[in-house]
């Protein structure tokens, strides 16, 4: 099932939309280490499309998308 989580995200000078931080809804926030790439892409594991952020958080690398003005994360148990 699909969750939706709060990202904070800024514009760089170029008009690019970067998320800075991922906030779920039970509290905890992380940090996106770094961005590794964007592109326009479906997610195979939660269904939808729209650009998809490939990210290092902790260390793991999670697929980040941005749907409709809303953000989500593939989750790890979908197959």
Known sequence: ??????VTARFDCD???LPVSIHWKD???FEIDKI???RYAASMKE????IRYSC???GQQRY????DNRWFVDSREAS
């Open 15 to 17: 008009g690019n939309l």
């Open 56 to 58: 290092r958080i902790a």
């Open 64 to 67: 980040l998308f941005l749907e």
């Open 1 to 6: 099932m699909k969750q939706y989580v709060s």
């Open 27 to 29: 509290g905890r926030s």
């Open 36 to 38: 590794l790439d964007i």
């Open 47 to 50: 269904g939808g499309v729209g």
